[in-house]
């Protein structure tokens, strides 16, 4: 229902407009001293994968839509981390995957997504993300993923060969671990 008042129409207080809640859990996602987590976290993340007003072209919309498409990745990352911390790794990498569909060279998003594959043991998984991201960068931008980025990846390499390399040395009883 509409309520006009003067030159002005609004809604009533009785109207639930679902840009206002996937507004205040994107809110409440990025206020550090929350802890929301989630009981429905795939219509959380598809409610923050959302663009506001898809196919309207009003100029009054620009703004509030800008706003939208900045607030997106933040919440959708960390919801990720928060689920990644949780240890509920799908959750995370949709959410991670959310966020980089939102923002594609957004770096942060492809991070976790990273870090979720590592945190599963998935590093094929994680080098193969890295790569993609990496390519892209170059292909479209000519420039490369941060220091941070790559450290990760080395890093994450760096230990894999390490426990690889342990799990090759002849334990005491004469045979190779596996």
Do not use: C
């Amino acid at each position: 229902m509409v309520n006009g008042e003067g030159q002005r129409l609004a809604l009533s207080p009785g109207i639930a407009v679902d840009y206002s809640q996937a507004w205040r859990s994107a809110s409440r996602l990025l206020d550090d001293r929350a802890s929301i987590v989630p009981t429905d976290p795939d219509r959380l993340v598809e409610d923050l994968s959302q663009t506001l007003l898809l196919g309207w072209h009003d100029e009054w919309l620009a703004l509030e839509r800008g706003r939208w498409d900045q607030m997106r990745p933040y919440a959708l990352e960390s919801l990720a981390q928060r689920f990644l911390a949780d240890g509920r790794y799908l959750a995370a990498q949709q959410a991670a995957l959310a966020a980089t569909a939102v923002d594609p060279y957004r770096e942060t998003a492809h991070r976790i997504a990273i870090e979720v594959h590592a945190a599963e043991g998935n590093v094929a998984s994680a080098i193969k993300r890295y790569e993609d991201y990496r390519m892209r960068l170059e292909r479209e931008l000519s420039v490369s993923p941060s220091p941070r980025m790559t450290r990760l990846i080395h890093d994450l390499t760096t230990s894999w060969r390490a426990e690889r390399s342990d799990a090759l040395e002849p334990n005491s009883w004469g045979t190779r671990s596996n």
